[in-house]
């Protein structure tokens, strides 16, 4: 069974950081791209960041400088440091697995985490 299970969301103050992890169970995490998503209320889920590599990762225009993807394959998970973080990064954070380096299809997602910016 695969589980994607995120943590690290709450609430900070615009400026402030948060560090979100997805710990995966049940795949064979290196030969996945590994990338956090999230939707705001109305909104349609967005790409945030991925990475396959340390040497293959790729940002939203609206994060770059700002956040940062990493991936621990020893064990199976992936991070976002988010500083700097705006009112407009409020959403809710979800971790996904891609097959392979060029898919764009997600073949398992968490379940969500929240993060909310706001003074």
């Known amino acids: 069974q695969v589980q994607l299970v995120e943590s690290g969301g709450g609430s900070v103050q615009p400026g402030g950081s948060l560090r979100l992890s997805c710990a995966a169970s049940g795949i064979i995490f290196s030969v996945y791209t590994m990338a956090w998503y999230r939707q705001a209320p109305g909104k349609q889920r967005e790409l945030v960041a991925d990475?396959?590599?340390?040497?293959?990762?790729n940002y939203a225009d609206s994060v770059k400088g700002r956040f940062t993807i990493s991936r621990d394959n020893a064990k199976k998970t992936v991070y976002l440091q988010m500083n700097s973080l705006r009112p407009e990064d409020t959403a809710v954070y979800f971790c996904?697995?891609?097959?392979?380096?060029?898919?764009?299809?997600?073949?398992?997602w968490g379940q969500g985490t929240q993060v909310t910016v706001s003074s």
């Open positions: 990475v396959f590599s340390s040497v293959n990762t």
């Open positions: 996904g697995a891609r097959f392979g380096r060029v898919s764009d299809r997600v073949d398992y």
